[in-house]
């Protein structure tokens, strides 16, 4: 099974900004949607942005107009672009496929806010 790995998450202020990445090993990953999950503590894991096979993008409103999903096919890499952060981005981050099957989860990478 697919082993993801996600790398990028760190420490910021309100209102910085960190790039995550995730690495997708194996073969596919270009004809297949990706995306970015989260979970905050004491929460469930939610979708904050997802891009299609050809490019196409959606956001959850909670992100939309701060975060940029954007994927490299040849490096089987997809990114996530986050600005303006807020406290309440505070989660660890996950991606993954859009559709099953879904790969095994990663670790995820830890984004802490800080006000």
């Known amino acids: 099974q697919v082993q993801l790995v996600e790398s990028g998450g760190g420490l910021v202020q309100t209102g910085g900004s960190l790039r995550l990445s995730c690495i997708v090993p194996?073969?596919?990953?270009?004809?297949?949607?990706m995306a970015w999950y989260r979970q905050a503590p004491g929460k469930g894991r939610e979708q904050v942005a997802r891009i299609s096979f050809t490019g196409d993008t959606n956001y959850a409103d909670s992100v939309k107009g701060r975060f940029t999903i954007s994927r490299d096919n040849p490096k089987n890499t997809v990114y996530l672009q986050m600005d303006s952060l807020k406290p309440e981005d505070t989660a660890v981050y996950y991606c993954?496929?859009?559709?099953?099957?879904?790969?095994?989860w990663g670790q995820g990478t830890q984004v802490t806010v800080s006000s």
């Open positions: 194996g073969s596919g990953f270009s004809v297949r949607a």
């Open positions: 993954n496929f859009v559709l099953p099957p879904l790969a095994r």
